[in-house]
C-alpha cells in the first residue's frame, strides 16, 4: 500500500475541509490511476480485430477525413 503522509486543514469551526498531501505523492497517485485506467482499457478491446500496419494506416486516414 502507498504510504501518503497527509496534512489536514480545517475552517474556523474546526471542520476538515482538505486535505494536502506532497506532489510526489501526487504524481505516484496519478500514474496509479492511469495505470489502472490503461489496464481496463486494455482488457475492453482484448478481442478486437488486429489490424495489419496497411489497413490501421487506412483506417486512421479515413478517420482524418470524417473529421474534417
Known amino acids: 500500500m502507498l504510504d501518503i503522509k497527509k496534512l489536514s486543514?480545517?475552517?474556523?469551526?474546526?471542520?476538515?475541509?482538505?486535505?494536502?498531501?506532497?506532489?510526489n505523492d501526487f504524481i505516484k497517485i496519478e500514474e496509479i490511476?492511469?495505470?489502472?485506467?490503461?489496464a481496463y482499457l486494455m482488457d475492453e478491446v482484448q478481442n478486437d480485430e488486429i489490424l495489419s500496419y496497411d489497413e490501421a494506416k487506412v483506417y486512421y486516414q479515413n478517420l482524418k477525413k470524417k473529421s474534417v
Open 9 to 23: 486543514v480545517f475552517d474556523e469551526n474546526n471542520n476538515k475541509i482538505a486535505v494536502q498531501i506532497p506532489v
Open 33 to 38: 490511476i492511469e495505470n489502472h485506467g490503461l
